[in-house]
Nanobody, 119 residues
């Protein structure tokens, strides 16, 4: 199990950018698959992006071309660069480690950071 702490959320106008950070504990961070999810009010938590320890990445269709996930194993940190933000991106963003896309009860989760995009 790994402990995760997100930061970097805030209020931004549509078209703007934010970079989220997720600081992780644990001795095996470099071997963890890491990802970002988000949850808007009244909505289910949805997948945003994943980076496997091997280094390959994938994204939800809604953020492809706008968001970029990356990791720094030396700093035990994963990032989500969010560009061209839309009001629809407003949500609490959660970092996850060792998760299963088919069962969100699996893995470790941070407490979340709020992202609000104004029109």
């Amino acid at each position: 199990q790994v402990q995760l702490v997100e930061s970097g959320g805030g209020l931004v106008q549509a078209g703007g950018s934010l970079r989220l950070s997720c600081a992780a504990s644990g001795r095996s961070f470099s071997r963890y698959n890491m990802g970002w999810f988000r949850q808007a009010p009244g909505k289910e938590r949805e997948f945003v992006a994943r980076i496997r320890w091997i280094g390959d990445k994938n994204y939800a269709d809604s953020v492809k071309g706008r968001f970029t996930i990356s990791r720094d194993n030396e700093k035990n940190t994963v990032y989500l660069q969010m560009n061209s933000l839309k009001p629809e991106d407003t949500a609490v963003y959660y970092c996850a480690a060792d998760f299963d896309l088919t069962d969100l009860s699996v893995g470790s989760w941070g407490r979340g950071t709020q992202v609000t995009v104004s029109s």
